[in-house]
């Protein structure tokens, strides 16, 4: 194919069974399970080994799975020690990245990648997903806490993947409403085709490197404004806005100059993204147990939402994930340079699962270029330039 197309949009970069989309119908499915029906019946924990396995896990895998998971929380004080000598006012993402990497020098198991040969042993794998996964949330919350001059919470073997994550961020016992919306996004944000976070993990996959580096190329990846730093840009730009009656000219002045209105639109979908659906509908169960005692953002939000649809509706752009994810976040009390972290968290049991389906059938990617400089000319000496 010697065709150029920015982007690559449209370009099959691999075969995968994980994930599929329908954007013009509004459909995404993990292993061929609808994310509306595991958001509403699945925990973080089964989907995660879903799309590691491939199956739903009986009871008992499931458990061992989450044993395991558990058991696996704390890191070493080394990585502690690094953490508290990075800059304070750093980006989480730019922390998690150095923190991801910084993993592979203090936790062993790489051997199996040393060769030229693809990786065959699945007991590998699955023991470096489930180390790599845990400890991503650990992580996320520890910073919280040390960039502000603090010890970290230690992590509770008591509580589940979501509950334990807020409880470490807060130190207080989690809400049961907040932790099942957590719990709900986590599943949300899990996995999403080849977007461009996971195909930075493929092409690091396929050079068989250890698999912390893995994650860690596609946590830089994530964390650019286009891709997972968008809903922190949301949650910005609806404070910008201020109040409901605001949206509209607001949106009107945005269009004039040509801005992009953040969180609307996405490259695949041209009906409203059905993760932004449950998102939104999870605010409103929120809004409903505590009286209408919500941040007023979400009103902007709706009301944005309805100006755009007038206006942007017709080319096929609607709310995207990140429209009302970081929302929610904020009443969890999660910092908005936090929100990508915690998307990252999500998202890396996707990443895992195309790692674990990269080493399947393993060839390296080398993709070509069409070339625009100059034709092959001689080398002309300094002086006579």
Known sequence: MSEYLPGLEGVPATKSNISDLDGSRGILTYRGYEIGELARYSNFEETALLLLDGRLPTAVELEEFDRRLRNNRPVRYNIREIMKYLPATGHPMEMLQSAVAALAMFYSGEECLSGADMCEDTDYIHNMSVKILTRMATLVAMWEHLRNGYDPIPPRKDLGYAENLLYMFTGEEPDPLLARILDASLILHAEHTINASTFAALVAGS??????????????????????????????????????????????????EKRKIWGMGHREYKVKDPRATILQNMMLELMKERGGQISPLFETAVALEEAAAERLGPKGVYPNVDYYSGILYSEMGIPGDQFTSIFAVARCAGWLAHWREQLKDNRIFRPTQVYTGEAVRAYVAIEAR
């Open 207 to 256: 050079t068989l490197t250890n698999p912390y580096l893995v994650v860690a190329a596609a946590i830089g990846t994530l964390a650019g404004p286009l891709h997972g730093g968008a809903n922190q840009r949301v949650l910005e730009m609806l404070q910008e806005i201020g109040r409901p009656e605001n949206a509209r000219p607001w949106l009107e002045a945005q269009l004039a």
